[in-house]
């Protein structure tokens, strides 16, 4: 049975959470791999609307087994209001489990990105400012506190103390901000590690016993291909490998695991925060995209930047992740335009590039060279199979694929996980890809 990583091939926001949603229905487990609280999916199905920040998206079905992974790092109060949100509105949580080896996002985290963000004025990232960053550096030098430490008063006191001590060296003496207290921040995050230990366990052992067993896995990326640490347009990215590459190590899979790859593809390319972004719309057709797609960030409510489909960053984002289909959502938005464009490669300094540029200052330089196809002016959300929809949003589809160099297999043409068009089966079912 299939290993599927459902990774984002843009920036983020690509509309993963409902393709999570959709294909979890036919998966025994659902594992978040990477990210924290600083982003979320937007989920809506026959219970409701959900904005999940932590938990995976697959949570809805009752039968499949919900995984935090070990590369996700946690901050226990969301984690905790998001269980009791779930809980209200009739959504069971019984089979949720974290990782013991996921970290833990602390206040002194915040308070450090908050304070780095002003430092850095004008080249100022543009973060969530909800101290991923921070967490995952202290992942990196060594300073980090888990969930296996949370759930142990003793482990957690003595841990605790020693970072403390040298975080407030820093709050005080180069930020000018008054010490966090020990034992109030103690006592805080030791009734964290009481309410969450019966969800902690070695979730990678459970993974790997499932893959054993022939059971159907699902690993769910927060964020995206472009917010990659090493692969993305760095320096303005995420802490993370929100990568295919980055879900075996984020739940304890070995890479010989991994089947298939779903790159989730957004029907036209989105931003949040600073960056270059080489279709970027500034002006009216920019404006309409944003209000008929509701682009705004589902965990801080920020604007998203929009453009046309990108296709050098998308060819980029597949390569780079073995993309084995692509699901493409939000057609339906594109309905009421003439025309649409892609762009399918860049000029810079009077040269035809196809390929990403590291150098974000050459990125930015970059002007897209379109193709543009005519537009359908016809809605697709009723469409449930791809010769249902229009010849023109067909073609559209088609090019996608082909620009992309992988199959379209899964088409959303609505916000609902009902809304959606497939071509005979799952994205990891032979025979199903649109031609």
Not at 58 to 74: E, R, S, T
Request: net charge neutral; charged share 20%.
């Amino acid at each position: 049975m299939p290993v599927i990583v459902v990774v984002g091939v843009y920036w983020g926001d690509e509309g993963k959470g409902r393709v999570v949603d959709l294909l979890a229905r036919e998966c025994q487990v659902v594992a978040r791999y990477a990210g924290g609280a600083n982003t979320g999916h937007t989920v809506i199905n026959d219970l409701g609307e959900f904005r999940l920040k932590l938990i995976p998206a697959g949570i809805f079905n009752p039968d499949c087994l919900c995984l935090i992974g070990n590369g996700v790092v946690v901050t226990p109060q969301v984690l905790l209001d998001e269980i009791a949100e779930l809980t209200a509105r009739g959504v069971a949580v019984t089979n949720l489990r974290i990782s013991d080896r996921a970290h833990v996002v602390l206040p002194y985290h915040l308070i450090i990105e908050q304070q780095e963000e002003l430092r850095r004025g004008p080249f100022a990232i543009g973060t969530t400012l909800n101290g991923i960053g921070p967490a995952y550096g202290d992942k990196t030098s060594r300073d980090g506190i888990r969930m296996a430490e949370l759930i142990q008063p003793a482990v957690l006191r003595e841990r605790l103390a020693n970072v403390l001590a040298r975080k407030n060296e820093l709050i005080t003496r180069v930020y000018g901000l008054p010490p966090l207290d020990f034992d109030p921040l103690y006592e805080q995050y030791r009734a964290y590690g009481e309410r969450l230990a019966p969800y902690v366990t070695d979730t990678g052992a459970l993974i790997r016993q499932a893959a054993r067993a022939g059971k159907t896995v699902l690993l769910e990326g927060a964020q995206a291909t472009l917010l990659d640490l090493d692969l993305g347009t760095y320096p303005y990215v995420t802490s993370s490998h929100p990568t295919a590459a980055g879900a075996c190590l984020g739940v304890g899979l070995p890479p010989s695991a991994l089947t298939h790859v779903v790159g989730v593809v957004k029907a036209y390319t989105t931003r949040v925060g600073s960056g270059p972004l080489p279709t970027e719309l500034v002006g009216a057709v920019g404006e309409r995209l944003r209000e008929l797609g509701h682009e705004y960030g589902t965990r801080t409510g920020r604007p998203r930047r929009c453009g046309w489909l990108d296709a050098v960053l998308g060819r980029y984002g597949c390569e780079v992740n073995g993309v084995t289909s692509i699901a493409l959502t939000r057609l339906d938005i594109l309905d009421t335009f003439p025309e649409v464009k892609i762009a399918v490669a860049y000029e810079l300094d009077g040269r035809r590039i196809e390929t990403l540029p590291a150098d974000l200052e050459a990125l930015a330089r970059c002007q897209p060279v379109y193709e543009t196809l005519p537009g359908w002016l016809t809605p697709t959300s009723a469409a449930r199979t791809f010769e249902e929809l229009p010849p023109n949003a067909r073609r559209y589809v088609e090019r996608v694929g082909e620009l992309l160099g992988a199959p379209v297999s899964l088409v959303g043409v609505g916000p609902s996980r009902l809304q959606a068009v497939t071509n005979g089966g799952l994205p990891w079912e032979g025979g199903h890809a649109v031609q």
